[in-house]
């Protein structure tokens, strides 16, 4: 069955901290691995998009890394600011048709000051 | 500003009274999806389009409609809603197949709806 877990599912860090957010997934054949922020209220927003021959990804403060062996992704965040609290959501692409994405439950991270 | 826009951002209504939420996308794109997210399932894809007038069934379709007349506009419509259809949706597009490497989806501000 194709699935994506993550964990934690909430996370409470303080301000300027770092912290790592995990995904692991089972889905069969790989694509594409993507991770989203979504604010309160608002629609996820792409912070990543990479292929299984990818291991590292950066976007800012943000860096992903994916490990296509044992499945697991991981989303890194530097320096952490009060505007990271969001859910972030791994999302696993199973081909690149228009109907095969499937949606972690996401972790919902809050900065506090 | 390159955006897709949802309307009405809120809405409480009654079960069986029709609505329409309307998806509009002014990039061009061919590939336009709704999504609901409900808490603890994640988003799940209800319906898909690829092009004008080309639609198909996503993972959750049942008890909704869409149509594709033109490019850029994609609708939602619950024909006879029901209160388990209260829920948060989101419209995205893209140039490519949503799946497709590099190709990144856009989603909408959502459209959180209430049936009572």
């Known amino acids: 069955k194709n699935q994506v877990e993550q964990s934690p599912q909430s996370l409470i860090i303080l301000e300027g901290k770092n912290c790592t957010l995990q995904?692991?997934?089972?889905?069969?054949?790989?694509?594409?691995l993507r991770w989203y922020k979504q604010d309160t209220g608002r629609g996820p927003v792409s912070l990543t998009i990479?292929?299984?021959?990818?291991n590292t990804k950066s976007n800012g403060r943000y860096t992903a890394t994916l490990d296509a062996d044992t499945k697991q992704s991981s989303l890194h965040i530097t320096a952490s600011q009060l505007s990271d609290s969001a859910s972030y959501i791994c999302?696993?692409?199973?081909?690149?048709?228009?109907?095969?994405?499937?949606f972690g439950t996401g972790t919902r991270l809050t900065v506090i000051p | 500003e390159a955006q897709v826009t949802q309307n009405p951002r809120y809405l409480i209504t009654v079960t069986g009274k029709k609505l329409t939420v309307t998806c509009s996308q002014n990039?061009?794109?061919?590939?336009m999806s709704w999504y609901r997210q409900d808490p603890g399932l994640g988003l799940r894809q209800i319906y898909y389009?690829?092009?004008?007038?080309?639609?198909d069934k996503g993972d959750v379709p049942e008890g909704y409609k869409v149509s594709r007349k033109e490019k850029r506009n994609f609708p939602l419509i619950l024909e006879s809603p029901s209160p388990n259809q209260t829920s948060l949706y989101f419209c995205?597009?893209?140039?490519?197949?949503?799946?497709?490497?590099?190709?990144?989806?856009?989603f909408g501000p959502g459209t959180r709806l209430t049936v009572l």
């Open positions: 995904c692991n997934y089972t889905v069969s054949p790989f694509s594409n």
């Open positions: 990479m292929t299984f021959s990818e």
């Open positions: 995205a597009s893209s140039l490519w197949p949503a799946g497709a490497t590099y190709n990144e989806q856009f």
């Open positions: 389009s690829m092009n004008v007038e080309v639609t």
């Open positions: 990039m061009n794109h061919e590939y």
């Open positions: 999302v696993v692409s199973a081909g690149t048709g228009a109907n095969n994405l499937f």
